[in-house]
């Protein structure tokens, strides 16, 4: 995991809130799902409630545009956090706030002042691009950060999402995608009942392909994915190839070595043999001395008789 602060796609100087609210570090593990009950870029309070992320529709070309507010690296600030309880924006969370509706601006919620055409409910009418670069980002997420491709908890309606919410252990303990529905301190409902399976699906590797935010090119979201893992490979293989040399040249020194320890066992052998020779040769010329000693005594005793 080359764990990239920044998504790839994703505009960074429209609406970019860290130097204003500097947040916590984190290293993300999990992510959570917002809808803005709009139709257009939030002002977040001048960033004071922005997610990480915001992610509005573009009917026209049929993609995703996203806005980033905060590095995932660095805690955001759209979920509530009460005193005495569990940390929230601080628990190592992605947030993401999709720019529509969970239901609730909707005719289905009577006791609205406004609602919002059905286009932009995210539960009852989101199309395959915008689950598909929906999925792109959170398989994006689990490439960079190895946050799990799953949703262990149900997306309901947003009229009866409270029933999901985790309890303080859960929220401590959780990886994965889930909604602000399911975060503890937390009163809202969205997402709602987005397609959160088709959602992962894609996310697993069924998403196609769709343009950047900036459209100076063609770069496709999926495409990061796939260019943000190659290079990951390629370091890694750099890596291993790396370590394959050092491995390589340790044995090269290595057999130059035992050649050297052979060469000088034989020399010590060498000179073993050599040295036993003249031991002989020593050994010889003393018998040969000592006979020599033996016959001047021998000569001198008798010239003294």
Known sequence: MSRAAYYPPANRTAQRFDGAYRGSPMAPNCLVLHTTEGQSWPGYSGGGVAP?????????????????????????????????????????????????????????????????????????????WMIRDLGAFIAWCHAEWGVPISAP?????WAGNNSHRMSFAQWRKFKGVCGHSHVPENEHTDPGAIPIAKILAAAKGGATTTSTTSGD????????????????????????????????????????????????????????????????????????????????????NGDSQ
Not at 153 to 157: E, I, R
Not at 228 to 236: D, F, M, P, S, W
Not at 287 to 296: E, N, P, T
């Open 52 to 128: 990480h992320l915001t992610a509005l529709p573009d009917f026209t070309n049929k993609r995703l545009v996203w806005r980033q507010h905060f590095p995932v690296t660095m805690s955001a600030r759209a979920l509530v956090n009460r005193a005495g309880g569990v940390e929230t924006n601080t628990a190592n969370c992605i947030q993401v706030e999709l720019v529509g509706t969970s239901g609730w601006a909707t005719t289905a919620n009577r006791h609205r002042d406004y609602t919002l055409a059905d286009k932009w409910c995210w539960a009852t009418h989101a199309t395959d």
């Open 153 to 157: 908890y149900a997306f309901d309606t």
């Open 217 to 300: 090119d063609d770069m496709q979201q999926s495409d990061w994915v796939r260019m943000t893992a190659l290079v990951r490979n390629e370091i890694a293989y750099a890596h291993l190839e790396g370590q394959a040399q050092l491995i390589n040249n340790a044995k090269a020194v290595s057999v130059e070595n035992q050649k050297r320890i052979e060469k000088a066992r034989a020399e010590i052998e060498n000179t073993r043999v050599q040295l036993h020779g003249d031991i002989g040769v020593v050994q010889n010329q003393n018998a040969q001395l000592a006979a020599r000693i033996d016959a001047l005594e021998a000569k001198l």
